[in-house]
């Protein structure tokens, strides 16, 4: 759950939207989905058009002048008193949790402060300040739920994914042997450790297989390319989606209530 200093007293009219790099690139529909929510719960989503990179991939490998650089960027984005809503936990906890270590003793540290105040994951932000109500117009269906390492250990979320699927009244979550680890992705980890992040997703789409899911969503688009992307090349037959995608296709048939994007 969110701390105190986060909470807002009311949904707020207008948000930001920050997009992350996979999304852009990789799975945009994630990213249209993630604003059609909002939407539906009548907020104006702003997407700026010069956002990039967070700086987290410089970061982690130990590159903080680089990495301060690319995040610098991002901080003259959100000019408005509006949260900062952003569709990865992985994303979302660089810019909360470690921008302000990272511009610390830096003109730019009061910025950076700030703008990590107003960043929220935006399944959190739909339960807890949206309290989004869904009604499931889909088929009956199994899935499994992967919440990345970030999203559970830096941004405290793990309990909203399994909130949110439990409003869908004919979907069956199922559980995973040791959800709580790893898919093995880790950003560069995958990269410079290539043999122990395939273990590692090899027995992540064996748990899920096991628990009998045929498919499973996550909050992550980086865990998604991962686990879904090793399920195809070794021809096992789980699928994978992000959850803002999953949650609009169940409850798109809905009226909505308002809201533009721009």
Known sequence: MTDAIRLYPAKPPKVYFYGTCLIDLFYPD?????IQLLEREGIEVVYPQDQTCCGQPAYTSGY????????????????GDWPIVVPSGSCGGMMRKHYPDLFADTPQAEAATEVAGRVWELTDFLLNVCHIKLQDLGEPTTVALHTSCSA???????????????QLQNVTLVTQQRAEECCGFGGTFAVRHPEISAAMVDDKVQ??????APAFVTTDCGC???IAGYAEKAARPLTGEHIVSFLWKRVSLQPGNGGSAR
């Open 30 to 34: 994630a990213g249209l989905a993630g």
């Open 207 to 212: 748990a899920m297989e096991d628990a009998g």
């Open 224 to 226: 998604l390319m991962n």
């Open 64 to 79: 903080h002048d680089e990495a301060r650089a690319v995040a610098a960027a991002q901080l003259d984005l959100f000019p």
């Open 152 to 166: 559970r250990r830096e941004m405290g979320i793990a309990e909203v994914g399994p909130a949110l699927l439990s």
